[in-house]
């Protein structure tokens, strides 16, 4: 390998870190004057915006892909994820791991079909780590969700109003739900009404069982009712219901293990003989005696992805169990 390569590539790599840090400082800075706008005048909010020293492009930039309807989609499941990112941060995010996935591997097997395989791999890296950090964030929710209902529950009956037992589960439970429980009580601060602070609280925790407690909730305020003894039988069910879904995840674990480890082999094991060695996956594309060159390896692929993604789910349908 050559030294002139190996320099550029060590500069691509450092600027990318710069472009990093300035994002996740820019990131963190917004994020600060978002709260603290809130609570400012108009004339105050403009200078605090004037001294954080954003460019108007790039503010320009925020507004024109937030406001789009794949960018209030990725702006709901950043959300979701408690990811404290923009969406043009996290497009720009996104373009970086494009560059790097793809200059690595371009650097252990230099063609353009090695990058090109990279900057697929790295299209789809950012977005992996949001669905993970949304699925692990839902379950850490719903497995406090009966220790808050039961916290809300002894608040009532001790003569709390609604909004009070909501701050103390701000103030006792854990992370997520101490946090989202502190915007809701937040909102209602500031005059939102509480049906659309719970509204808000669904777009970010799009849980089952959280939508059966703010049903329950919006009825009783509508018609009346012990809100207590309402949901201390939520509770009671709600707990059950975590208790066979956890049962349930216990007893598919294993179909739901063979069923990624079985699907990725293959990809796994074809992106390594690909790298490896690109002439015995090239035998793919060998000019055939019957048909044009390139069109039995394609067929080859396709049906050979078309398989497994249909055993993979197939698999994950016999273990998806609804309760």
Known sequence: ?????????????????????????????????????????????????????????????NRRVASSSRGDRIARELARADLKFKVAEYYALVFM?????????????????????????????????????????????????SDMLNLMVNGLRAGYSTMQAMEAVSRELPTPISDEFRRVVQELQIGITMEKAFDNLLRRIPSEDLDFVVTAMNVQREVGGNLAEILD??????????????????????????????????????LALWFVSPEYIGAFFDESANLPQPLCGIIAVVTIVGMIASGYFVMMKIADIEV
């Open 1 to 61: 390998m050559s030294p002139m390569i190996l320099i550029i590539g060590g500069v691509i790599i450092l600027v990318l870190l710069i472009i990093g840090v300035i994002v996740s400082v820019a990131s963190e800075r917004s994020l600060v004057e978002e709260r603290l706008g809130r609570y400012l005048d108009d004339d105050k909010q403009q200078a605090v915006e004037g001294e954080s020293g954003r460019s108007i492009v790039t503010e320009w930039l």
């Open 97 to 145: 791991s494009i560059l790097v996935t793809g200059f690595v591997a371009w650097l252990i097997q230099p063609n353009i079909a090695s990058f090109v395989i990279g900057a697929i791999i790295g299209l789809f890296i950012p977005r992996f780590y949001v669905k993970r950090q949304q699925t692990v964030r839902l379950q850490k929710f719903d497995g406090q969700l």
């Open 233 to 270: 039988i939520i509770s009671f069910t709600i707990r059950e219901r975590v208790r066979i879904k956890g049962e349930i995840r216990v007893m598919t674990a294993q179909v739901r293990t063979s069923g990624a480890v079985l699907s990725l082999i293959p990809v796994f094991l074809s």
